[in-house]
């Protein structure tokens, strides 16, 4: 259920026994597995943190159509850095990413309640704009083996971009719903 790029790009092939689902449905399956707990768990912290915002903007339905497009963004974006790669992809990472390029780009000046561990562990608000200005950079920067950067930077842009979109469309549904009376 995981997306493994090489056999998605058709370099490599499953044997008979392991193909669950064809390789264009793991690009959907793969969101909604992960590697562990603490892999769900932070992707769930992230998602309470900056996903209602977003859902609030768009409403439940285009919610779930934009963070699916999102997932879709990051897993091209991982499966293009490395079309050979073997290794499965899984978690909502990318997803989550693009929901928080949406956040940047609709709350960018909202404030983010952050935890800042120094001798004392210390809770200061930050504007959107550095907090994720900062996960984005981090994404570039960070090497830790295991883990999918080119799909968090992918669901990002994704995010980003897809917003754009939804907000006319948005916005276009909320003028024929006003009607001439206001």
Not at 36 to 61: C, P, Q, T, V
Not at 129 to 141: A, H, K, M, P, T
Request: glycine share 12%; net charge positive.
């Amino acid at each position: 259920y995981g997306l493994i790029p090489s056999v998605l790009m058709g370099h490599d092939q499953l044997p008979m026994d392991l193909y669950a689902v064809p390789a264009y449905l793991t690009i959907f399956s793969s969101m909604f597995m992960h590697g562990g707990w603490i892999h769900l768990i932070g992707n769930m912290w992230y998602m309470k943190i900056f996903a209602d915002n977003i859902e609030d903007n768009l409403g439940s339905r285009n919610f779930i159509i934009f963070y699916i497009l999102c997932g879709i963004g990051a897993a091209m974006a991982q499966v293009l850095m490395d079309t050979h790669s073997q290794v499965p992809m899984v978690g909502a990472s990318g997803a989550i990413g693009g929901v928080l390029g949406a956040y940047l780009i609709n709350h960018p000046n909202a404030r983010v309640l952050v935890l800042i561990p120094y001798i004392i562990i210390t809770i200061i608000k930050i504007r959107a704009l550095y907090v994720l200005g900062f996960w984005f950079i981090l994404q570039f920067i960070s090497s830790g083996g295991g883990v999918a950067y080119a799909a968090h930077i992918g669901g990002f842009v994704s995010g980003m971009i897809l917003i754009l979109f939804f907000n006319k469309k948005n916005k276009r549904r909320t003028k024929t719903i006003k009607g001439p009376w206001g």
